[in-house]
């Protein structure tokens, strides 16, 4: 949805929202069934949340320390995402946005300020275009979608809060 501001070449250099530590796979996005059915079409391994929803499978050697890193299993070291824009899960087409709950349990837009493609020019036109022309559909995604709508956690910056 931002790739209009962060480049595929960004993100695919990063690579820091598609690699997560046994502390924090819980931030693997959430899959509709739908969805969930053609990436296992594709032969990527899906696993359960904790919340029942679909999601990806990470591995994780048993005897791997804490910090270990899994990737994505849609994740190729050397040129990013292998899905087509069009099978990503909208967690990561919203990188690094993310509809979370705030602290009072309201809907909420949190930016990922960490996020290495943010200089502060794109911070800013991140936040006009989401709290603006991108709204409704995010608030719709949540209404359909409510296993997309995360925890709050304080990496995030609440940009946006329903009240």
């Known amino acids: 949805m931002l790739t209009h501001l962060i480049t595929a070449e960004q993100c695919a250099s990063?690579?820091?929202?598609?690699n997560f530590h046994r502390s924090s796979a819980w931030e693997t996005p959430a899959l509709t069934p739908e969805l969930a059915e053609r990436l296992r079409s594709r032969g990527l391994p899906l696993d359960s949340r904790p919340?029942?929803?679909i999601t990806?499978?990470?591995r994780f050697p048993e005897d791997a320390p804490e910090d270990f890193c899994a990737n994505c299993p849609a994740l190729d070291s050397g040129f990013g995402c292998t899905l087509p824009r069009e099978l990503r899960p909208v967690e990561c087409r919203l990188w690094p946005l993310r509809l979370m709950?705030?602290?009072?349990?309201?809907?909420?837009?949190?930016?990922y300020d960490a996020c290495p493609a943010l200089s502060p020019e794109v911070r800013e036109q991140v936040i006009r275009e989401s709290t603006s022309a991108m709204l409704p559909a995010l608030r719709r995604m949540a209404n359909e979608q409510p296993c997309i709508v995360r925890p709050f956690h304080p990496a995030y910056s609440i940009i946006w809060e329903e009240r």
Not at 14 to 18: F, K, M, W
Not at 101 to 111: A, E, R
């Open 14 to 18: 990063c690579r820091l929202c598609c």
């Open 56 to 58: 990806f499978a990470l």
């Open 101 to 111: 709950h705030t602290p009072v349990g309201n809907l909420g837009l949190g930016l």
């Open 51 to 53: 919340d029942g929803s």
